[in-house]
C-alpha cells in the first residue's frame, strides 16, 4: 500500500470514505471462522458503485489486491483480511430502493441486511425465497457472492435461483450492469450467474434484483422422529407428493445432535426415549390447514415411518421446535473451539456417510463431540466437532488432521466439500475433493480472464 494509492483512494471517495490504523474499526478485522485478527492496509467505505470503481480502477493499475467484504458472518475466512490487503466494505452502500409489485421483484444495493429485504418484501405483500441464520447482520451483496442457501432451498432454491439482475464491477473498474425484472432473457451469455458463488473473485456486486414470491400464508411446524434415515426420505417423498410447493422445510437432527442440545445446551428431551433421526418440517398446507398436516402424519406413523410426532399449535411452540435446530448458535459458549462443517452427501448415500463418521469419530476422537444435522432434502449436512480434550483448544495441526480425515469420508461418498457456505480461504486445499483437474483449470482461466492481475480476493477459492 503506497502513499501514493492512499492520497488517490482519499482524492476519489473522499477522506472519510478511506481509513487506516487505529481508525479501522474491529469488525473489519475478521469475520465468523473466528481466526486470528488481522488489519488490512486501509479499509474503504464507498457509498456508489462510480465509487466502488473508481476505487478498483485504482487498484488495479497499482497491482493493490482487494478483499471485498459484507456482512463479516462468513464461515470459510472469504473476508478474513491479509494484512497486505484494502478491505472494500460495502456496508454504506444500503437500502431497497425499489419493489415492482407488477414484476414482483425488488432491487437493492449490495450491502443491505437480507433482513431489510426480508421485511421489505413482506411490507409489500411478498415473500423473499432467502432466508438464513445470519438474516440479520448478513447482506444481500454477500449472499450473492457466496450462492448461499438457509432455510428455504427446499422450496425457492439457492440464491442464485431468486436472482435476475446484478450490477457488478470488474476489476479494472468497469461497471456491468444488468438490472434485468424478466423471468426470460434468452440473450446469450448469462453473466450474472458467473458472478453469483465468485466469492468476490471475479468482481464485486453491487446491486441485485430479487424475484419476488406470494406469501406462503399460515405455516404449520412439526417434530417428527424417524428410526432411519431411509424412513426420513420416505416422509420427504410422501410429504413431496402431498403438499407439492406447500412443503418449505425439511431439517434433519441425528441422535448425538439430540443428546447434545438436551445434556449440553439445556433443552428437555423432545420425546420420551431417543431416535435416530429427528425432522423439523415446516408446511404450508393450504386449504385443510392443520387437519391436513395432522392427518398425513397420521398416515405416516401408520406406515412405521414416523416412530412420534409433535405438531406445534401456536408460535410460541413453533419457536420451541425451532429452539433444537438453531441451537449450535450458542455451542459457543460451552466449548473451548469447534471444527465446523459445510458438506453435501448425495441423499442414497447419507446414512452411510454419517454411519462412516461415526466409525471416524469413535477411532480418531472418541471424547470429543461430534453432531450431524442439516437440510437433508437439499443433501446438506453439517458436522460440528468440539476438541478433542474438554476445555482445551484444537490446535491448528489437529484442525487440519480433521478436516482432511472428513473430507476424504466426503470424497468417499461423491460429496461436495461445500454446500453452502462456499470455499473462501479454509477450503481452498480440499477444492480438488470435489472438482476435477479440468474443472479447476476453468476456473483458472475464467479467473485470469476477468481478473489478470489476481488483485481480486486473492488466496480465495483457487
Known amino acids: 500500500m503506497t502513499p501514493a494509492l492512499l492520497d488517490a483512494l482519499k482524492a476519489a471517495l473522499g477522506a472519510a470514505s478511506v481509513l ?56 470459510a475466512g472469504g473476508a478474513h483480511p491479509k494484512e497486505d490487503e484494502v478491505a472494500l466494505s460495502l456496508e454504506r452502500m444500503r437500502g431497497v430502493e ?10 437493492a444495493l449490495a450491502g443491505t441486511p437480507l433482513a431489510e429485504i426480508q421485511a421489505a ?78 466469492e468476490g473473485t471475479l468482481g464485486v456486486v453491487t446491486r441485485v434484483v430479487l424475484a419476488l414470491h406470494p406469501q406462503p400464508g399460515p405455516v404449520e411446524t412439526a417434530l417428527l422422529a424417524c428410526p432411519s434415515m431411509e424412513a426420513a426420505v420416505g416422509v420427504l417423498t410422501r410429504l413431496g407428493a402431498e403438499f407439492g410447493s406447500g412443503l418449505m422445510m425439511f431439517e434433519g437432527m ?85 471444527t465446523i462443517f459445510d458438506v453435501s452427501i448425495p441423499r442414497a448415500d447419507m446414512a452411510a456417510a454419517v454411519a462412516d463418521l461415526r466409525a471416524l469419530a469413535a477411532q480418531r476422537w472418541p471424547s470429543a463431540m461430534q453432531v450431524v444435522f442439516g437440510h437433508i432434502a437439499d443433501s446438506n449436512i453439517h458436522i460440528v466437532i468440539g476438541p478433542t480434550v474438554p476445555g482445551v483448544p484444537t490446535s491448528p495441526d489437529e484442525k487440519r488432521a480433521t478436516e482432511a480425515a472428513v473430507y476424504d469420508v466426503v470424497a468417499h461418498h461423491a460429496g461436495s466439500v461445500s454446500a453452502e457456505h462456499g470455499i473462501g480461504r479454509n477450503k481452498r486445499p480440499y477444492l480438488a475433493h470435489s472438482r476435477t483437474p479440468a474443472e479447476l483449470a476453468l476456473m483458472r482461466t475464467l479467473k485470469t480472464a476477468l481478473d489478470p492481475k489476481g488483485i481480486l480476493n486473492p488466496g480465495r477459492v483457487l
Open 98 to 107: 425499489e419493489i415492482d409489485p407488477v414484476a414482483a421483484t425488488l432491487t
Open 254 to 338: 441425528w441422535a448425538e445432535f439430540i443428546d447434545t442440545a438436551v445434556t449440553m445446551m439445556g433443552l428437555p428431551a423432545p420425546f420420551e426415549r431417543p431416535h435416530e433421526l429427528l425432522v423439523l418440517t415446516e408446511i404450508a398446507p393450504g386449504p385443510g390447514g392443520a387437519e391436513r398436516v395432522t392427518d398425513a402424519l397420521g398416515v405416516l406413523m401408520e406406515d412405521g415411518l414416523v416412530e412420534d410426532a409433535i405438531v406445534a399449535r401456536s408460535g410460541n411452540d413453533a419457536a420451541r421446535l425451532w429452539a433444537y435446530r438453531e441451537s449450535p448458535y450458542e455451542y459457543y459458549k460451552h466449548l473451548a473451539s469447534q
Open 121 to 198: 418484501a413482506e411490507q409489500a405483500g411478498f415473500h423473499c425465497g432467502i432466508d438464513l441464520g445470519a438474516r440479520g447482520s448478513c447482506s444481500i451483496g454477500g449472499n450473492v457472492a457466496t450462492n448461499a442457501g438457509g432455510n428455504n432451498v427446499l422450496r425457492y432454491g439457492m440464491t442464485r435461483h431468486n436472482v435476475l439482475g446484478l450490477e457488478a464491477v470488474q476489476a479494472d473498474g468497469t461497471v456491468l450492469t444488468s438490472l434485468n425484472k424478466m423471468l426470460k432473457n434468452n440473450t446469450g451469455y448469462d453473466w450474472k450467474q458467473l458472478f453469483i458463488g465468485s
Open 20 to 75: 487506516t490504523g487505529d481508525d479501522i474499526p474491529a469488525r473489519n478485522e475478521f469475520d465468523q471462522t473466528l481466526g486470528r485478527p488481522t488489519r488490512p492496509a486501509a479499509l474503504l467505505l464507498p457509498r456508489t458503485t462510480d465509487a466502488v470503481a473508481a476505487a478498483l480502477r485504482l487498484c488495479h493499475e497499482a497491482g493493490q489486491p482487494v478483499v471485498t467484504q459484507g456482512g463479516m458472518t462468513g464461515l
